[in-house]
């Protein structure tokens, strides 16, 4: 497995197996992985011969005061997980050169990515489209894997590839969930055994406002009571539970289910005298 850090060294790499006819199949990442992270490796493996992976804790999608310094950074542990699975390259670009002084440009995308999170972090899909095009620019492969943990980011990043013409397959990754239904995510690392116990609520109180909806209750009625049981639970507090559509996001008309949905949430968890914010989403 090759470890590169310039732009060269990729383009170099990753042409030679072009040229040999081999598929690239994208995986990108900002480090401290874990099972989620493997899944998607283990997925990318089915759609090319070779398997690049991007470590890079991203600044332009933190916003000022957000966790960009506390961020785990475990690269040595990364590449050996790496390795084990496969993986043909790991591309660690140094931030001077993603980034440099005379950076200006920006890349937006409207639609899916307003509303739920950018409501909270109303920079952050600015960050991950400049990103992530910088980066399918660089790596040019053929098919990117993403989770759909972060099911907003799939679907603005499916909006970004299709609005701006890029020839690159997007395929979402089911979500990869601990024995107890916690969505795997670097920042669980920040949990201590009371932080973890109650993150795990989560999925129990969200799983049943799914199937309370599934049963006929009103969207804003099961929703409203999510909300709550998360606040009685010990969440701190709660962005947003909504329902949308699966692909396009948008609200649902009517108030009840008549088709395939999502179930989004986003929650602060109370953890050692400070908060874990976590997402997460459910198929309805
Ligand atoms: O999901 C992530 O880990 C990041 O947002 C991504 C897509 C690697 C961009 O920095």
Same mark, same amino acid.
Not at 7 to 28: A, M, Q
Not at 52 to 62: E, K, L, R, Y
Not at 93 to 116: R, W
């Given at each position: ?63 000022? +005061?957000?966790? &960009?310094?506390?961020?785990? /950074?475990?690269?040595?542990? #990364? *590449?050996?997980? %790496? ?95 601990? +024995?107890?239904? &916690?969505?795997?995510?670097? /920042?669980?690392?920040?949990? #201590? *055994?009371?932080? %973890? ?88």
């Amino acid at each position: 497995m090759k470890i590169v850090r310039t732009e060269r060294d990729l383009r170099n790499t990753v042409w030679g197996w072009r040229g040999s006819g081999d598929r690239i199949t994208f995986v990108p990442t900002m480090g401290a992985l874990h099972e989620g992270h493997l899944t998607l490796v283990r997925l990318a493996k089915k759609y090319g011969e070779r398997i690049v992976v991007s470590i890079f804790v991203n600044p332009t999608q933190f916003a000022p +005061g957000e966790d &960009l310094d506390a961020y785990p /950074r475990t690269e040595t542990e #990364d *590449a050996r997980l %790496l390795e084990a699975e496969g993986v043909d390259l790991i591309y660690v670009p140094d931030p001077q050169t993603m980034y440099d002084v005379h950076h200006a440009t920006t890349v937006k995308v409207g639609g899916v990515a307003q509303g739920l999170e950018t409501d909270y972090r109303p920079t952050f899909f600015d960050g991950v489209a400049l990103v992530v095009t910088k980066l399918f620019n660089r790596v040019q492969p053929d098919t990117a894997i993403f989770g759909e943990k972060d099911y907003q980011q799939l679907a603005t990043i499916r909006r970004l590839v299709e609005d701006l013409d890029m020839s690159i397959n997007i395929i979402g990754a089911p979500i990869a969930r601990d +024995g107890h239904g &916690l969505a795997l995510s670097s /920042r669980n690392a920040y949990f #201590d *055994a009371d932080g %973890l116990t109650l993150a795990r609520k989560l999925n129990i109180i969200m799983k049943k406002c799914a199937s309370d909806m599934r049963e006929g209750q009103h969207v804003d009625v099961a929703t409203d009571e999510a909300k709550r049981a998360l606040l009685e639970a010990g969440f701190s507090s709660v962005d947003y539970v909504e329902v949308r559509s699966p692909n396009s996001l948008t609200v649902l008309e009517g108030g009840y289910l008549n088709g395939p949905a999502r179930v989004l949430v986003a929650a602060h968890c109370p953890n050692q005298g400070n908060s874990v914010r976590l997402i997460d989403n459910f198929a309805v």
